[in-house]
């Protein structure tokens, strides 16, 4: 048996806490020697069927040379994942490096453990770790009796291709991520976490505990919210442990047999779904073990003291998410303001909001962080009157955040509109993809607290970003939540979504009782974006129901608006219900959108409500106007919702990753590097971008010498960064026809250099691209986004007015046909003042590819295509940089729940292909070493 080289460092960046098919939670790393006792212990748990599955023959024990094989592993040219709980491996997945790029895999997952899809979370990984290592295809021998292990193959949305030779089914798949396989992988993240949330927001058992002494915040908050539980609606059991004084959980339903009370948390009896808990942050830490005893599945954590309260606290939010994680328990807060959750049982408030609609069935889910930002949006729902259908507060967001709640709002038929206040993103880039989905079936409304978006609270440990804050905005355009400014913005905006069908188009119809009010409404109306359908229908002051009746069916009777805005301000200053009851009358004969402005009434009310439907009331014209711009926005994106993403021909990521793996592989840590210039066109190339070749020169000999071999006329510039497209500072010439001007040029562009940059530089001689537009097209690996991708025109509308467009890929081509034509000096793309237009598809396809190679390449920390020269038929890209680093990227091809920080920081420094390779001649495992065929059911 050949050796393996174990020295290589362990790639702790591979390590994650993974969710399971059916919501429970599990941990995936690389082996290590000290495993093998456990995997032994694995083994010898199975049975002969998964045993003869995985090895082909009957192996009771594995043997010490086997042991040692399965664990001494050079996480190169052999990998090995676990999957663990505790001490106990209940799933190993491996990969032997076979030949160039192609890979042998096997699985073996726990007899006790199959039907969870442990194979399918070790597949991703495993496929994960292959491409970041160049392997590109999987093969694996099966027999065909493993119907499982087949399917888990088959089921990925990879390539897969089958054959039966003697009795075995030979198996080979490419492990290159696919549109198909990206919406599988999200498909199954959807579906586990939706269900990891159920213990949490549909729990049939809760459990309220207060640790601290009596007067302290961890007996204030549980017994604030141990009184909001023991009301009607919730018929499942309660336990209340540790709670100083009784009285704190009074109520009607108090001495009920649902409730009980204990002294101490060793005291409960049977099992809980979800426990929520206040005190000392230390306490709460070492509760979790006990917890985790009672079966529960959710853990809320109101008190403060965590990642808030500095280093130290950070460290004890850090031991907490360790334990939950361990126990299998997700976990909400530190800071939070509780949950409100629908489930078999009844409707629960585990919140510190005392008052709830016992009767609120389908409606809001509502999502904020903090607990003043969770006291501000609740309260303002309870005075509107709205539905809420389920409330969480995240706090801190040390492990449940507002994607795992979008997932299960997407499975929660009660949620039909999400309102989400956001004091941080940890994952943008799958918040994108999730609220994407989402917003394809139900809207979502957002407010991102702060004027800016890029405030990290206390407690919040987020990635910064190097990107503006303008990014967020267009990120979350583009995965069609509609954002809000305020929280009462927030609430109107969904509240008209909730109540009201979407308009079919910004056309509006006004109707007022006051002319200067009529105006008002029309010029806020226009100024954001809707188009006021005829004059308005104006009525006397005095109007009483009757008027209002007949003008409204007046109006309903015309087809020329898409939405309508009531707006009645009586004068004598008093609530007329008869009219809200006439406005409410023709609303709901109506399939179009209302929305009003009526003194005295706000949110939905009784009032405005006709035939079950009700027409939603707000403060001022503004709100109407803002709501109305706001669903109109939505039901706009929603008509593209399901376009299919870029797909340009031409693109091989396996050959970039070779490209890119020996300049990799010499870059130390998180240094970055910028490729020369042959090495940038031969990646580019791989997605089928083209760039004007440049000949660098040093003296007017050569420069000559290159424009004879490229072809007369041609450009000269200066290859320093500073001054290379700088036409007006002399740093470019363009159209030198022959050598004497080459010459001249040369030298006075010799001497331009040498004053601004007070140093000498080479020069570049290229072939001249036909006239056109110059453009900028950018894409960027930013540690809090992910891959990102900026456009637009060269010059100072770039340079100095910043009028550039961003978009996080993946991307639709609408997303990149809204992306070049939304900066503001697009005329000049499209023909401006009578000039031909451009050919915009040529530079869509460039954008396209671009979104592509940053989405596929996390390696990339940026590329710069600049100028892209656009002209009346095609383009030419005149330069090009691309700059590598070792990735650090977030979301990648597999599921994974969120690390905490410190693991996160450690991940990032290694983690690139070549960054972790094993010294030279470790090469692949001979035909000595090489794994049973075969792998075991899932």
């Not at 399917?151 to 490419?174: C, H, K, M, N, P």
């Not at 809980?272 to 599945?297: F, I, M, N, Q």
């Not at 949006?377 to 040390?398: D, K």
């Not at 004007?692 to 960064?721: F, H, M, N, S, Y």
């Amino acid at each position: 048996m050949g050796e393996v080289d174990t020295g290589a460092a362990y790639p702790a960046h591979w390590a994650a806490d993974v969710v399971l098919r059916d919501g429970a939670t599990m941990h995936i790393r690389p082996i290590r020697p000290d495993d093998a006792d456990a995997l032994q212990r694995m083994h010898v748990a199975q049975s002969p069927q998964s045993i003869y599955f995985r090895f082909f023959a009957p192996v009771p024990r594995l043997g010490e040379k086997d042991l040692y094989r399965f664990t001494h592993v050079d996480h190169h040219n052999r990998v090995a994942l676990v999957l663990v709980q505790g001490e106990e491996i209940r799933a190993v997945g491996r990969f032997d490096v076979v030949g160039p790029g192609e890979a042998e895999v096997a699985f073996n997952v726990a007899d006790t453990e199959q039907g969870r899809g442990l194979g399918s979370v070790l597949l991703e990984h495993l496929a994960a770790a292959a491409r970041e290592l160049g392997v590109t295809r999987f093969v694996a021998d099966v027999l065909p009796a493993n119907a499982r292990m087949v399917r888990v193959f088959t089921d990925a949305g990879y390539d897969v291709q089958q054959r039966l030779e003697d009795g075995v089914l030979s198996i080979s798949l490419s492990i290159e991520e696919t549109e198909r396989s990206w919406r599988v992988m999200a498909e199954r993240e959807r579906h586990a976490e939706a269900l990891s949330m159920t213990g949490l927001l549909q729990a049939e058992s809760v459990l309220v505990l207060g640790l601290g002494a009596a007067g302290q915040e961890g007996q204030v908050l549980a017994g604030r919210v141990a009184q909001a539980l023991t009301g009607d609606a919730f018929t499942g059991s309660m336990h209340l442990v540790g709670l100083a004084a009784p009285a704190a959980a009074g109520g009607p339903a108090d001495g009920a047999a649902r409730v009980r009370r204990y002294a101490a948390l060793a005291d409960v009896a049977g099992s809980v779904d979800l426990a929520v808990v206040a005190g000392p942050a230390e306490a709460v830490v070492e509760a979790v073990p006990a917890l985790g005893a009672l079966g529960v599945r959710a853990l809320v954590v109101l008190s403060h003291g965590f990642g808030e309260s500095g280093a130290e606290g950070m460290g004890r939010q850090r031991e907490l998410l360790r334990r939950t994680r361990e126990a299998g328990i997700r976990v909400v807060g530190p800071a939070s303001y509780g949950v409100i959750g629908h489930g078999p049982a009844g409707r629960y408030n585990a919140t510190l909001w005392g008052e709830d609609d016992d009767a609120a069935g389908a409606g809001l889910g509502l999502f904020t962080q903090s607990l003043a930002s969770g006291l501000a949006v609740r309260s303002t729902a309870a005075r509107r009157g709205l539905p809420v259908a389920t409330f969480l507060s995240a706090g801190n967001r040390v492990d449940v955040s507002g994607n795992d709640t979008m997932q299960f709002w997407s499975a929660h038929d009660a949620t039909a509109v999400g309102a989400m206040v956001l004091e941080s993103i940890g994952n943008p880039r799958k918040f994108s993809r999730i609220a994407r989905r989402l917003s394809a079936s139900k809207p979502v409304v957002a407010m991102v607290s702060g004027q800016t978006g890029q405030v990290t609270p206390p407690g919040h440990a987020v990635r910064t970003s190097r990107q503006p804050q303008r990014v967020l905005t267009e990120m979350l355009r583009q995965a069609g939540v509609v954002r809000a400014r305020t929280h009462r913005e927030m609430l109107d905006v969904a509240t008209l979504l909730l109540a009201q069908p979407l308009p079919a188009g910004p056309r509006t119809a006004i109707v007022s009782s006051s002319a200067a009010l009529a105006g008002l409404v029309a010029d806020v109306a226009t100024a954001e974006g809707l188009e006021v359908a005829g004059q308005p229908v104006t009525l006397p002051p005095l109007a009483g129901p009757e008027q209002y009746a007949a003008a409204l069916g007046e109006l309903t009777a015309r087809d020329d608006f898409d939405a309508v805005i009531v707006a009645h301000a009586p004068p004598l200053g008093t609530t007329d219900t008869a009219v809200a009851a006439a406005i409410a009358a023709a609303a709901a004969g109506d399939p179009r959108t209302w929305v009003a402005t009526i003194y005295g009434l706000h949110g939905l009310t009784p009032a405005l409500t006709a035939q079950g439907a009700t027409v939603p009331a707000m403060a001022t014209v503004e709100d109407v106007v803002t709501a109305l711009s706001g669903a109109i926005a939505y039901g706009r994106w929603r008509t593209g919702a399901g376009d299919p993403l870029v797909a340009p021909p031409g693109i091989d990521p396996p050959a970039a990753r070779r490209v890119l793996a020996e300049p990799l592989a010499e870059l130390p840590g998180r240094a970055r590097r910028t490729l020369n210039p042959a090495t940038t066109q031969e990646l580019l190339a791989c997605y089928g971008i083209r760039v004007l070749p440049a000949t660098v020169v040093t003296d007017e000999d050569a420069a000559v010498a290159a424009a004879e071999r490229i072809g007369w006329p041609v450009a000269l510039k200066v290859a320093d960064q500073v001054l290379r497209h700088r036409v007006d500072l002399g740093g470019v010439r363009l159209d030198v026809a022959d050598a004497d001007a080459l010459r001249e040029a040369m030298g006075h562009m010799r001497a331009r250099a040498r004053h601004v940059l007070g140093r000498a530089t080479a020069f570049e001689v290229q072939a001249m691209a036909p006239p056109g537009v110059a453009c900028v097209v950018r894409g960027a690996e930013d540690d809090l986004y992910g891959p990102v991708v900026s456009f637009g025109l060269g010059g100072d509308a770039t340079e100095l007015l910043g009028d550039v467009s961003y978009r996080i890929p993946p991307l639709t081509a609408r997303d990149v046909s809204e992306m070049v034509r939304s900066v503001r000096a697009a005329p000049r793309l499209l023909g401006h003042r009578g000039l031909p237009p451009t050919d915009v598809a040529a530079l869509e396809d460039v954008v396209a590819r671009v979104s592509m190679l940053t989405d596929d390449l996390p390696e990339v920390a940026e590329v710069v295509l600049n100028p892209v020269i656009v002209g009346e038929e095609g383009v030419q890209i005149a330069s090009a940089v691309v700059t590598i680093a070792h990735p650090l990227r977030q979301d990648a091809g597999r599921r994974a729940l969120p690390a905490p920080p410190d693991a996160a920081e450690a991940s990032g420094a290694t983690g690139a292909a070549g960054g972790d390779a094993p010294p030279a001649g470790s090469g692949a495992a001979g035909p000595g070493d090489a794994p049973p065929a075969g792998s075991s059911t899932t």
